[in-house]
């Protein structure tokens, strides 16, 4: 089978990894890719939302089927672009209407709100009901969530007095951000803002692959590490590390993941008549607190994505022992179920290296070393069976003209190692972290370390 992965980051990094592996892929093509994704397949100067490009290059090179790692091309409508077309490829990811779910915040928190799925009270507002949007504000308990409707490159949530010793001036300055945010603080984003009730408590990722006929299967689930200090202190990023399994998501709380939240989603993709083939991305919370009907330790959902998360993947498919590309041919043609999930018991965990300055201005082109140390495996070699090993997953990365690899965004490679449990991984990781090295380099150094209570 001859597949074209979409996009150029770690998580593409990390699918490409693992579609490698398949002894059904006999090509794999990257578009774009970076310096890393070159080490499994063929890179292909094609941006992601170059519809026209990649059905062309898909001819020629007689291409069996695109998984789109991005959410761009697919709220662009990648999907229904291919979809009609006779012997065109597969295309695994959701029809533009159903990429909604990512694309509209006010379209998700409708589609949960309408098959009973448990989330946060919410409103919706425009410029034009900025006064309306003051008084669901008013009813409302500080911290206050709002969010930009549209795609904001993952900058488009505020969280107004999230700190306690905030809250005096907390309802004035949610106010007037709310009246920042509908005056364009966020593009055409934020033309639409959600205003949330504010969830308390400890968040996961669940990932889940569903293939359009009511099948699907829970990947491994993962804890993500957003903010750029230790401590989980400072600005936002688009995700320091992560760690898989997670202790909270045992099976009691997972018992209630499926029952409550993912056989709702599925079965709402079919009566809505969505048509849904790929991953579906839950940003669940596990609540520390009771609120509406809910009550402490039940999960709640965040957000849904409409695609892997990053740097979850990075974890999620060192623990998938099965061969992907098979689950996916089973998407593809509507027969997941007939498809077996195996899930490594181990615990994987990825440190994010980043580029100084990142989340804010930072400089790219700095030349990396220490990549081709021997405790990182290489190429396709699977280190299922040897933990002394890493994995290196690219993600802001590419080659300069004298073909040394040099960094090309903030955040820049990513360290997964397996071990027997969280510390022992993370120690791993960090070996790797200290032996790359390049101008600026910073990591956190305490990821997982949080859920060593639970």
Same mark, same amino acid.
């Given at each position: ?24 892929? %006999? ?28 059905? &062309? ?31 065109? /490829? ?27 799925? /448990? @989330?946060?009270?919410? &409103?919706?507002? @425009? ?36 700190? /306690? ?89 997972? &018992? ?22 790929? =991953? ?30 990053? /740097? ?115 120690? &791993? ?7 790359? %090295? =390049? ?16």
């Amino acid at each position: 089978m001859n597949v074209l992965l979409l996009g150029s980051g770690g998580r593409e990094c990390a699918i490409a990894w693992k579609l490698a592996q398949s002894a059904k892929c %006999d090509q794999l093509y990257i578009a774009p890719g970076n310096a890393g994704t070159s080490a499994y397949g063929q890179n292909v100067a094609i941006g992601v939302n170059e519809f026209d490009k990649i059905a &062309q290059f898909a001819t020629e090179k007689h291409i069996d089927m695109i998984v789109v790692g991005p959410e761009d091309p697919l709220v662009n409508g990648i999907s229904d672009f291919f979809a009609d077309r006779p012997g065109a /490829p597969k295309v695994i990811g959701p029809s533009k209407a159903a990429a909604q779910l990512e694309g509209s915040k006010d379209f998700a928190k409708g589609f949960m709100s309408r098959h009973g799925i /448990p @989330t946060a009270r919410y &409103q919706s507002f @425009t410029a034009a009901e900025y006064d309306e949007a003051c008084r669901f504000l008013e009813s409302l308990q500080a911290p206050y969530v709002l969010k930009a409707d549209g795609l904001a490159a993952g900058k488009g949530v505020l969280i107004i007095a999230e700190d /306690p010793a905030e809250k005096e001036d907390a309802l004035t300055r949610a106010k007037r951000e709310l009246k920042a945010m509908l005056d364009g603080m966020f593009g055409a984003a934020s033309a639409t803002v959600v205003i949330e009730e504010f969830m308390s408590g400890i968040e996961c990722s669940v990932f889940v692959l569903t293939d359009g006929e009511g099948h699907y299967k829970i990947l491994p689930v993962a804890k993500d590490y957003k903010r750029i200090g230790e401590g989980d202190t400072g600005l936002n990023t688009g995700g320091m590390g992560n760690c898989s399994p997670v202790p909270f998501a045992d099976d009691t709380f997972m &018992q209630k993941v499926e029952e409550r939240i993912v056989r709702p989603t599925i079965e709402g993709l079919k009566s809505d008549g969505l048509r849904y083939k790929g =991953f579906i991305f839950l940003g669940l919370i596990r609540m520390d607190r009771d609120i509406q009907q809910y009550h402490a330790g039940d999960p709640m959902v965040i957000e849904y994505n409409v695609r892997m998360g990053d /740097p979850e993947t990075e974890v999620v498919m060192p623990r998938i022992k099965s061969d992907l590309l098979d689950l996916l041919e089973g998407v593809a043609d509507g027969t997941l179920n007939q498809k077996t999930l195996e899930v490594d018991p181990r615990t994987a965990v990825t440190v994010v290296l980043v580029s100084g300055g990142y989340p804010g201005s930072y400089q790219k082109g700095k030349v990396m070393s220490g990549l081709d140390n021997a405790l990182f495996t290489q190429g396709t070699v699977d280190p299922a069976h040897n933990a002394e090993h890493s994995i290196l997953f690219h993600a802001g990365t590419a080659l300069d003209a004298e073909g040394r690899t040099v960094t090309a965004g903030g955040r820049v490679i990513c360290v997964t190692s397996y071990g027997n449990d969280r510390n022992e991984a993370l120690a &791993q990781s960090m070996r790797g972290a200290q032996i790359i %090295d =390049f101008e600026g380099k910073y990591y956190r150094r305490d990821i997982g370390k949080d859920l060593n209570n639970f």
